[in-house]
């Protein structure tokens, strides 16, 4: 889409963008957006899977958006560079007034596929995806976040130790029990076999 420099414009966060703590952007506030649907895909851009989403005439997204400042798009979009940014203004619900120019990061239709083995996702990006949802909106919503997330037969690789996501958080020891109970619930797979390609940091 056109640069959104000089516009009052803001982006729609559905995954690690919710998490504070990974960005600096200011005027975040909760909000939701509607006829998508977040999953878990990778892309050959990327050696490990991450979410997205996907339209859905049904389905609705919880998550947060904030304000992007001027010249401020070009760092977001490397930040999110295996993604497409998509004009969702008419398909937010939000509390600002006047509505603003917003967008949200999806994959394009035909450049992913669902996570493998060889692709798995990172367990440190899923602790910061979680933190954020239950900082954000407690426990409700991070139940809600994995309620409203599909393809849950995904394997999980474990790299807390030694965490290969660039932007991972240390979770308190009550955060990292929610994930691992909600992954359990799931009967999510949990591996521990370091794919080729993938290097610790």
């Excluded at 990061?105 to 979680?130: E, F």
């Excluded at 965490?163 to 994930?179: G, K």
């Amino acid at each position: 889409m056109n640069d959104l420099d000089g516009a009052r414009s803001y982006f729609f966060g559905y995954g690690s963008l919710v998490n504070r703590n990974t960005h600096d952007y200011q005027d975040a506030r909760p909000a939701r957006l509607s006829g998508w649907k977040r999953v878990w895909r990778h892309t050959d851009l990327r050696p490990v899977a991450y979410l997205t989403v996907v339209p859905d005439a049904g389905s609705e997204v919880t998550g947060l958006m904030a304000a992007v400042p001027q010249g401020g798009w070009a760092e977001l979009d490397f930040r999110e560079r295996a993604y497409d940014r998509i004009d969702a203004r008419e398909q937010i619900t939000h509390d600002v007034t006047p509505a603003p120019q917003v967008v949200v990061y999806s994959i394009p239709d035909g450049k992913h596929g669902v996570p493998t083995r060889d692709c798995p996702v990172l367990l440190s990006y899923l602790d910061v995806v979680v933190q954020g949802y239950l900082r954000e909106f407690g426990e409700g919503g991070a139940q809600g976040f994995f309620d409203t997330t599909d393809g849950w037969n995904v394997p999980i690789l474990d790299d807390r130790a030694a965490p290969i996501y660039p932007r991972a958080q240390t979770l308190s020891d009550a955060e990292r029990s929610y994930v691992d109970d909600r992954l359990a619930a799931l009967n999510v797979e949990v591996i521990s076999d370091m794919p080729e390609g993938l290097v610790r940091g």
